[in-house]
C-alpha cells in the first residue's frame, strides 16, 4: 500500500513539474517563478511541508484578488520566489513574513 501511495506522489509530482515547465516555456512564468514553484513543489510533496500549504490556502481565500491587497500580494509574491526553501533559516523567515502579511490580508478581509 505505501508503495503504491508513493508511486502516486511521484506521479503527481512529475505532473505538475511538466505543467510549471510548460507554463515557462509558454511565456507564463519566469525562470524565477518556475524555479520557486518548483522547490514549493519539492517542499509540499517530498518535506510534507503543511504550514507552507495551509499559508498558500490562507492567502488563496483571503481576497487577494482585491485591488487594496495589490501591494500586499507583491510582496508575498517576491517572497515565495525569493526564499531559498531548502535553507531552514530562509524558509522559517520566508514563513514568518508571509504569515504577517496573510494575517494583515485577513484583517483587512474582515473590515469588509
Not at 24 to 36: A, D, I, N, V, Y
Not at 83 to 107: C, M, N, P, Q
Request: with cysteine; proline share 1%.
Amino acid at each position: 500500500m505505501t508503495w503504491g501511495l508513493t508511486n502516486r506522489r511521484k506521479q503527481i509530482q512529475a505532473e505538475l513539474a511538466t505543467l510549471i515547465y510548460e507554463c515557462h516555456t509558454q511565456g507564463r512564468l519566469s525562470p524565477e517563478e518556475m524555479m520557486c514553484l518548483l522547490d514549493i513543489l519539492a517542499a509540499l510533496l517530498d518535506q510534507g511541508d503543511t504550514e507552507l500549504a495551509n499559508l498558500l490556502r490562507r492567502w488563496a481565500s483571503s481576497g487577494m484578488r482585491e485591488k487594496d491587497a495589490l501591494d500586499i500580494n507583491e510582496i508575498i509574491r517576491v517572497t515565495l520566489v525569493n526564499t531559498d526553501w531548502k535553507d531552514a533559516f530562509a524558509r522559517a523567515k520566508g514563513l514568518e513574513l508571509i504569515r504577517d502579511l496573510v494575517s494583515e490580508l485577513e484583517k483587512e478581509k474582515e473590515k469588509g
